[in-house]
């Protein structure tokens, strides 16, 4: 399964990409510049107001954002049920790049490593996400899971974040 | 760095193969019957009595052998200094197959996907493991850290509680 989608949303396409067989690349641009686009997906503070669909309620258990730290967020669905997730920071550069582990609690072990840039476009930026799995099959079960839909409600709700 | 290394030991030989850009194969017979290399292998209080270099004292710290359980081993080191590895089970197949990620938490967020597999071979037990690591970056990193030395050292240790 290879492939380009365009996600439309309020404010701009989601591009979601597999250019190898054990990749999703996504691709998005934001209106705001780096410096605050960064801060949203590094600042507890910020990560509940637009992490996660928007029927649900994003918790940050954990965030402690420095090499070798662990992150823990967590979704509580309208059902009652809860969704983990969680991971390690391996690189932090502000406010270029980011390079964490992300694993969910409801697949416990299968441990993808995500690497997030943010490039300056001169008041806009655009975050270029490469999610890196341990195998094919690994990846075309996040694609399966309707994560394309889940990523593009997340940067319409971090759209109206960034226009407030 | 592909190839394949035999290490001489007390009760037999470890192979070391790289059968791809991103794997390490080891494979080991021991002298004793499936159940109980299996238990060597998933027992907490087996553990500690050959796991790791022969100089270090491993402590078992957690150890839920179920899928999705944790695991945690502490290895303490002559000079006082202390290594912890851990990591989640994905699958558990008594006495055939075990599933786990390990990750050295001096390199957190490093995570490898070990497939430990237990042959009974009548009386004796072929043991191959077959680690997958995100890159190949990573992959000789490990290679490069002497693991082949450790692991045979592990081995001799178990080829001694087994002949108790």
Redesign the interface.
């Known amino acids: 399964m290879n492939g380009v989608q365009e996600q439309s949303s309020a404010g701009g396409a989601t591009s979601v990409t597999t250019p190898s067989d054990r990749e999703i690349v996504t691709e998005r641009v934001f209106d705001a510049p780096r410096e605050r686009v960064y801060a949203a997906y590094t600042d507890p503070e910020l990560i509940p107001q637009w992490w996660g669909p928007r029927k649900t309620t994003t918790t940050v258990d954990v965030m402690d954002v420095r ?2 730290g662990a992150w823990r967020f967590v979704c509580a669905n309208p059902d009652g049920s809860e969704d983990g997730f969680r ?4 690189e932090i550069s502000a406010p270029e790049r980011v ?3 992300f694993e969910w609690e409801g697949m ?4 993808i ?1 995500e690497t997030a840039t943010f490039e300056d476009l001169g008041g806009q930026t655009r975050v270029t996400t490469t999610s ?1 799995f ?2 094919t099959e690994e990846r075309d079960g996040m694609l399966a899971s309707g994560m394309e839909g889940g990523l593009s409600e997340s940067h319409e709700r971090l759209d109206e974040l960034l226009a407030k």
Chains 1, 2 share one sequence.
Request: net charge positive; aromatic share 6%.
């Open positions: 090499p070798g991971g390690t920071y391996r390079v964490q582990t416990p072990g299968h441990v490593v890196l341990h195998t």
